[in-house]
């Protein structure tokens, strides 16, 4: 099984990317509103995620977790594609949260690439989510 990891490994790390070049381009796609739904959305599963016994495994049937690698990304890639725009969205986030999950603490270095390129993504929509005046004002209510 030795011989046949690190071939796995790539082919995951091809398949992760190519989806990540499919959700990276339908994210920058979205009008400013639909990303700053998006950021909230993906910040929200990367939490549910973490909360979870496996988080690389978020959105995975339990009748499936025996798998090298769960279903969450190909669930969520289903619905990034979909034609109605919520659906997508939930997609994309449930997506970002279990890719990120699953290359975050990855020995295999093939992996690394998919980890930097998410996190590049997840800042940009962290930093949108800050910028928002709404949010802001949320905030503000919040202490007050």
């Known amino acids: ?3 046949l990891t690190p071939f796995f490994v790539m082919m995951r790390a091809r398949q992760l990317g190519r989806q990540f070049r499919d959700i990276e381009r339908s994210i920058r796609a979205l009008p400013k509103r639909s990303r ?5 959305l993906t910040l929200r599963e990367i939490g549910q995620a973490s909360r979870s016994d496996f988080p690389h495994l978020y959105g995975t049937p ?3 977790r025996f798998q090298p690698w769960g ?3 190909e669930v969520g890639y289903e619905r990034a594609c979909s034609g109605n725009t919520e659906v997508a969205l939930r997609g994309m986030a449930l997506w970002l ?11 295999h270095t093939s992996l690394q690439p998919q980890y930097r390129q998410l996190m590049q993504i997840l800042r940009e ?3 949108m989510q800050a910028a928002s005046p709404e949010e802001s004002w949320i905030q503000d209510s919040a202490v007050a």
């Open 1 to 3: 099984m030795q011989i």
């Open 36 to 40: 700053e739904r998006l950021s909230t």
């Open 62 to 64: 339990p009748e499936a």
């Open 71 to 73: 279903q969450g990304t």
């Open 97 to 107: 949260a279990v890719a990120y999950h699953e290359t975050k603490n990855s020995p």
């Open 125 to 127: 929509l962290k930093e």
